[in-house]
């Protein structure tokens, strides 16, 4: 292994990102990235201070023939010492086929979740018009072409969102076991990342505006004391505008995440992968759960202008809930 090599590896055994190891070696990010796609090398006290902070030698570091073993110690190549596990490694040319695919995924995946909101609209304007004899509907007729266009958005999503993790289901484990990339690929990933940031801030910051002026068109129409069509319109326009914020931000944060994942930074660090792996049972039971509630929530109230906010509130007690996992973990 290369020194390059040992940085990235040694930094990601102790669960650290770029920015914690730049932070305590008092070094920009840039530089922690140049090393590791070997792009230029530290000096000497630099690496003296990651021989202290990751517990190894200045050997270890610096000759390619010393691999490193279980806990970050030194092992001669071919030596008895207990290796580490080995690593899947992906290559170049499965980075960038790993990139494109989640690329592809993401705008079906986006498009599978804007549909879901999209898919009550019909159902809350055609009441409203049945209601007011707009259409000459009764209102059981209006709810039933209501219903079944709900149910085949619905079903289009499901389908995105299905055949899209058939597709990616042989790269799953990039996002859910330890890895190591080939020479070159975490330098190809870096750059790609440093291009996408530009638009992957613009993206979450019109999605983020959307989602807050979508309320815009019913308080119009409250301060225009509007008919009761009217508000339904501007329901359904509610809807619409938080449609396109939310596509744009799953879309911009696909992307972001499938670079992350190559990188094992973020929420892909191997610390959280570990996390994530214990957590994975009672996250699929959480999820559940919160599809049921809002499901009966929706049908029983039939107020699926609002009840869409379960999700957000759900997405809030997951993250809740992990701490919670975490410090009950780390008590034991």
Known sequence: ?????????????????????????????QSIS?????????????????????GVSTDT????????????????????????????QISMEEANSFLSLKTVSAGRIALGVMLCILSPIALIMLSAAAETGML?????????????????????????????????????????????????????????????????????AVGVVLCVISCLPIFIGLILELPDFFMAC???????????????????????SAMQALLEEGEFSRAQKEENRRNESVMGIYWITATLIYLAVSFLTKRWDMTWIIWPIAGVGCALLAAILKVLRAKQ
């Open 136 to 204: 000459g509907l009764s209102e059981t007729q209006a709810a039933g072409i209501g219903l079944t266009a709900l149910i085949l958005l619905i079903g289009c999503a499901v389908a995105l969102f299905i055949t899209c993790g058939m597709k990616m289901q042989q790269w799953e484990f990039i996002e859910k076991e330890p890895i190591e990339t080939a020479y070159g690929v975490s330098g190809m990933v870096k750059e790609r990342m440093e291009k996408h940031r530009p638009k992957n801030a613009r993206d979450i």
């Open 234 to 256: 501007a329901v359904g326009l509610l809807l619409a505008v938080v449609s396109i914020g939310v596509l744009l931000i799953v879309h911009t944060s696909i992307i972001s």
């Open 1 to 29: 292994m290369i020194l390059a090599e040992k940085i990235a590896q040694l930094r990601k055994m102790s669960g650290m990102s770029q920015e914690e190891l730049a932070e305590k070696l008092q070094v920009s990010r």
């Open 34 to 54: 140049k090393w590791e796609s070997a792009q230029s090398v530290p000096d000497l006290k630099r690496i003296l201070d990651m021989a202290e902070l990751f």
């Open 61 to 88: 570091l610096l000759k390619d023939e010393m691999e490193l073993a279980v806990g970050g110690e030194p092992a001669e190549s071919g030596s008895a010492g207990e290796a580490l596990p080995a690593l899947r």
